[in-house]
C-alpha cells in the first residue's frame, strides 16, 4: 500500500527558483492538505483541498500556490524561493467521513540558500 | 484568533504514567487529534475525540472537555520507543485535513 507518496525527500534550491513539490495518494481521499514544519513552530497549514478543483488557503499561504486537478494529486508550488521557506514539508490526506484521521506522507526537506 | 498550546517539553521513567495537556481557542471546532511524531518521521495518529469525555486505546487515553477548551492525551506504562514528539490538532470544519496544530511536546522516557 502506497498511501501518501512525496517527492522529493530532498532539494536544494537557490533563492528565486521556483519547483514544484510532488503529492500523490492511491486511497481515494477527497481531502489533502499542505503543511510545513520549522523547529518551535509545530506543524503550520498551507493550502488544502476538499476536492478536485477546489483548493483554500491556510494560515501560512504565502509564496505557495496550489491545484487538485484529480483526486489523487496535489502539488505545491513554489513561484520564486526564498531562505524563509526552509522547511520540512508535509502532505496529508483523509477521506469524506470526519472522524478519520489524516495521513502524513514522509516529508520533503526544503532547503533555500 | 487561534491558539493552541501544550508543554514543550516533559521527561518520565520508564513503566510510568504521563498525562500531557494542550488548550485550544480556535474559531470553530470539529474535532480535535492526538499525532505522535518521532524525530524524523512523519506524524502518525494516536486518537481522536469530538464529543466530551474519555477515548481509550490500548496504553493511551485522551480527553476532552469543550466547554474548556481542554483535551489530554494519557501514556501509561512507558516504554522507551515512546520517547517522541506529541502533537495536538483541531479541526475547525469540515475538511478533514485542515488541522491547527500545537507546537508540539517532546517527551523523553529515561529508564
Known amino acids: 500500500n502506497a498511501g501518501v507518496t512525496q517527492t522529493p525527500k530532498f532539494q536544494v534550491l537557490k533563492t528565486g527558483q521556483s519547483m514544484t513539490l510532488q503529492c500523490a495518494q492511491d486511497?481515494?481521499?477527497?481531502?489533502m492538505s499542505w503543511y510545513r514544519q520549522d523547529p518551535g513552530m509545530g506543524l503550520r497549514l498551507i493550502h488544502y483541498s476538499v476536492g478536485a478543483g477546489i483548493t483554500d488557503q491556510g494560515e501560512v499561504p504565502n509564496g505557495y500556490n496550489v491545484s487538485r486537478s484529480t483526486t489523487e494529486d496535489f502539488p505545491l508550488r513554489l513561484l520564486s524561493a526564498a531562505p524563509s521557506q526552509t522547511s520540512v514539508y508535509f502532505c496529508a490526506s483523509s477521506p469524506g467521513n470526519p472522524s478519520t484521521e489524516a495521513f502524513f506522507g514522509q516529508g520533503t526537506r526544503l532547503t533555500v540558500v | 484568533g487561534q491558539n493552541i498550546d501544550q508543554p514543550t517539553e516533559m521527561t518520565a521513567t520508564e513503566g510510568a504514567i504521563v498525562q500531557i495537556n494542550c488548550t485550544y481557542q480556535t474559531s470553530g471546532f470539529n474535532g480535535l487529534f492526538w499525532y505522535q511524531q518521532h524525530a524524523g518521521e512523519a506524524p502518525t495518529f494516536l486518537s481522536y475525540n469530538v464529543l466530551d469525555g474519555l477515548e481509550e486505546k490500548g496504553r493511551f487515553s485522551s480527553f476532552l472537555s469543550r466547554s474548556k477548551g481542554y483535551s489530554y492525551l494519557l501514556l501509561k506504562e512507558l516504554q522507551m520507543k515512546d520517547s517522541a514528539s506529541y502533537l495536538c490538532a483541531v479541526r475547525e470544519n469540515q475538511a478533514g485535513t485542515a488541522l491547527i496544530f500545537g507546537k508540539g511536546t517532546t517527551l523523553s522516557v529515561s529508564s
Open positions: 486511497m481515494n481521499h477527497e481531502y
